[in-house]
């Protein structure tokens, strides 16, 4: 730890950022509001249609960068300026799945009018979402480190199905591993009433967007499902939750992916691909109709019962989110090429096709969950514009991932941004590292000009002495918060490098050791059995898995019988 801060050269005062500090101090939040931007958008009367929807994808990119509000609206013209200049398609159609949703989702803001050919400033956060996901998946999918274990999977397929259909089943194993490794599975949340989104009341499954699980690093099973099914996405391999009937309604089982002639399971509560043990090779969903005694496998003793008997009269659900289903993103999907191209519209029919080739899947719908998270977000926003109590309360509890320097290195670290970069531009790594400061940098702030400025402080010769000290006191609170995200972070950032020893070293010494009690405890010690698996430390690893306590404790024992029944007990 340091008290220097070589990023706080790069990081300008953010007024807003300021008045967060302020509001964490004070006891009501009067007078703090984020500045709304005067500055007028050309009205781009000499601008051509390319030029348009250039400057749409650049404001795309402020927005995921900057988390602007303003680049916001200025995407929203330009795209809407670019699809005015263009025929609408005479072959789009609203895709048949939508009717399969229940009436009170279907009358829902988000789903009116899908036919519309325009962009609305609710649907840049899904634009911005898709980028944030396409980056995610290039980065595990080119960059995630070897495993002897994913090999032998996708060995076996190459031997029985193709290459091409080895290469899918590589690309779907690596996402679903990134999203293990990186989303902390969280307790399940308590059950609410049908509809309550609507109240901005969350619930199991949509309290979080995908883009929030991947900010704040945690997420309940199906949260973290969404984000895995949105990688999926990006590189149009065909993916699904499988959920079983549950009278009327269904139970959402696990996730699928539709390789070739086969369906492939993951499991986001194991953390898992359903695995042949001691057969290298995963187990395919004929597999389990063909031999109903194979889930037997997944049972840990007594307790730990895998919850399946057999699987038929499957439902398979396919995640798309709202914006996605309209003939605004398909059009400007056609528009996207090159490297300026990810995938914003849902071709969720085409989908549901793959998977109900398959005797066992006997229909598909769209699932719920993606479609009441972005209900949920946007009655929250409104409720947090009338209830200052709540929005306090969301405040404390978001602030630190929103807003500030641990915002902008989690958005960095998603771009796999991790050293300096543009220039000389400081990556994750940096923002990082100044976040741990020692216990008396923290103390002696008020005099430390560079940590000031990392952290958003100016102080103004005509503000009230008041004002500076409160937003001191915030800023000690959130650094010593920071202390242990910053740690754990690196932690994971190391393991993408490929670092796998300091990697552990960060997780154990600096995270469990210095925080045993801490937020990110269950993770640390999953990553680190991870980063031991890679340095080749088998037993460590298998030991770290055996004393797990997280809710993914079930998929963590079987992890460790996968290591015994693959590899054995030999460093």
Known sequence: SSRHTPCAVATRRNSAWVCVLVVLVCSGCGGCQK???????????SLSSTQYFDNALASINKMYEFDSDEAGHQ???????????????????????????????????????????????RDTREIREALWMRDIADWAIDHSPPSDLVNKWVAHVAQTQSDAAAQELRDAVLLFDWTVRNIQLITPREPVAVGKEFDAIGGPGYTQ??????????ADVWERALVFLGLLQQHRIPGAVLATRDGDSVKPWVCAVSIGDEVFLMDPALGLPLVAFGE????????????PELFRTYDVGQDLRYPMEKADDLVALISAQPFSLTQGAAA?????????????????????????????????????????????????EAELKINSTRAIERLRARHIFDEGPLARARKMHIRGIFEKHDGGKPGSL????????????????????QLLELMGIERDPLEPDEIFEANVRGAQMLLSASREHASYFLGLVHFESGSFRTSANWLKQRT????????????????LARAREQTGEWPRARQLLLLSESPQRHGDLLRARLIRTEVGEQE
């Open 35 to 45: 500045k709304k931007s005067t500055k007028r958008r050309s009205d781009g009367a």
């Open 75 to 121: 995407a929203v013209f330009y795209f809407n300026s670019w699809l005015s200049t263009q025929k609408e398609s005479d072959s789009w159609k609203i895709d048949p799945l939508v009717e399969t949703l229940p009436s009170q989702l279907r009358t829902a803001v988000e789903l009116q009018k899908l036919s519309r050919n325009d962009v609305v400033l």
């Open 209 to 218: 967007l995908p883009e929030d699980s991947v900010l704040l690093g945690e």
């Open 280 to 291: 290298g090779r995963l187990v395919t969903l004929a597999e389990f109709i063909e031999k």
């Open 332 to 380: 400007v999907q056609r528009r996207m090429t090159g490297e300026s191209r990810w995938v914003i519209d849902v071709r969720a029919s085409e989908i549901a096709e793959k998977f109900t080739k398959h005797a066992a899947i006997t229909e598909a719908r769209l699932w719920e969950n993606p479609i009441r998270a972005c209900i949920f977000h946007r009655t929250l």
């Open 430 to 449: 940096i923002y990082y590292r100044d976040l741990r400061q020692t216990e008396d940098a923290i103390a002696d702030l008020r005099d430390d000009r």
């Open 512 to 527: 469990l050791d210095d925080f045993p009690d801490g937020h990110w405890r269950l993770g640390a010690a999953y990553n």
